[in-house]
């Protein structure tokens, strides 16, 4: 009997991919690009091999056989990575959409530095609103948005985001009595 193990081993002839070796001889048991099939119909064995690749197979060049769990294998392996790929899409869309969504919403919001520097204090709120032309940002939302310390919101002051700064750059307007007494950057 032969050292090597029964298995399937590449095909000694050439004629096949893979060929079946019993431990004692080859069989006529073939595969080819994992099908199995029956190379020559002669008993279990194959017709006769030409005496120069009739010894046995060499270890270590081992073949794949054939079979079902393989093509299963692969198929869960497809199918994971499709629906990885489609989660990782789904959620990379959502982001871009909020991130798009946000930046909208800082834009209907914001002034530039010229717009802040124009602004003279002692003129009234509504005059500040008429003359950059917008209306402030809600001041919740800057406080949900974790934008703004709470400690800084001052409940007579309106905020505006800084066009072309960093998110949460932001212009602050004070006033006493309607009167605009302060402004800053936060």
Same mark, same amino acid.
């Given at each position: ?26 069989t ?18 194959? &017709?006769?091999?030409? %005496? ?8 270590? @060049? $081992?073949? /794949?056989?054939?079979?079902r769990?393989?093509?299963a294998?692969?198929?869960c ?36 530095? &010229?717009?802040?520097? %124009? ?8 005059? @500040? $609103?008429? /003359? ?14 974790d ?5 800084a ?11 072309g ?10 006033f ?11």
């Amino acid at each position: 009997m032969s050292a090597v193990p029964g298995g399937w081993y590449r095909d000694p002839t050439g004629r096949h991919e893979l060929r079946y070796w019993d431990a004692a001889r080859w069989t006529s048991y073939v595969a080819d690009q994992g099908r199995q099939s029956n190379d020559s119909i002669v008993g279990d064995y194959a &017709a006769p091999i030409a %005496a120069e690749s009739a010894s046995a197979p060499r270890r270590g @060049v $081992r073949g /794949r056989g054939p079979g079902r769990w393989s093509w299963a294998f692969s198929g869960c392996v497809v199918a994971i990575a499709v629906l990885v790929i489609g989660c990782a899409g789904v959620i990379i869309v959502a982001v871009n959409d909020a991130k798009h969504e946000l930046t909208a919403q800082e834009r209907r919001h914001a002034i530039s530095q &010229a717009q802040f520097d %124009a602004i003279p204090l002692g003129i009234s709120e509504a005059e @500040v $609103r008429s /003359r950059l032309g917008k209306e402030p940002q809600n001041t919740q939302e800057f406080l949900q948005k974790d934008a703004l310390d709470a400690d800084a919101v001052k409940r007579s002051c309106i905020y505006y985001n800084r066009k072309g700064g960093q998110f949460g750059d932001t212009f602050q307007f004070c006033f006493r009595q309607s009167q605009l007494i302060s402004k800053g950057t936060l």
